[in-house]
């Protein structure tokens, strides 16, 4: 453990936190006045109504990369499992555990039709 000095000019009590800042560092990494102010103003710009361009859809969470859009991507993947689910229990168990997978099957193609 390392004794610890003060500096020159400074009284001798210990420091409660980091050391002091002096003033030839203070100085070392900052940016002139006009560049803090120009940093300050691009944080502070608000961007007007006709700069901002709004999704076609109200769920789309990201712009269309092609045909269908991420959102309608998800969709069909979450359709696709409950048919595989559904095929697999109505061979494995029966009609009648499957049904409540078909049921909500069905409500997803049902609901797809309305939001898409």
């Known amino acids: 453990m390392r004794h610890w000095r003060p500096w020159p000019g400074e009284s001798r009590r210990e420091p409660t936190g980091a050391r002091p800042i002096r003033e030839s560092e203070a100085g070392m990494n900052r940016p002139p006045d006009e560049q803090r102010y120009a940093r300050a103003q691009r944080g502070r710009q608000v961007l007007g109504g006709n700069e901002i361009d ?14 269908i859009n991420r959102t309608q991507m998800l969709y069909l993947i979450a359709l696709a499992v409950l048919v595989v689910v559904a095929i697999a229990l109505y061979f494995t168990a029966g ?5 409540p997978v078909l ?7 049902f609901l797809g039709w309305i939001i898409f």
């Open 54 to 67: 709004p999704p076609q859809h109200p769920l789309d969470l990201a712009p269309s990369e092609g045909i």
């Open 103 to 109: 049921f909500v099957l069905a409500l997803a193609l």
């Open 95 to 99: 009609a009648g555990v499957a049904s």
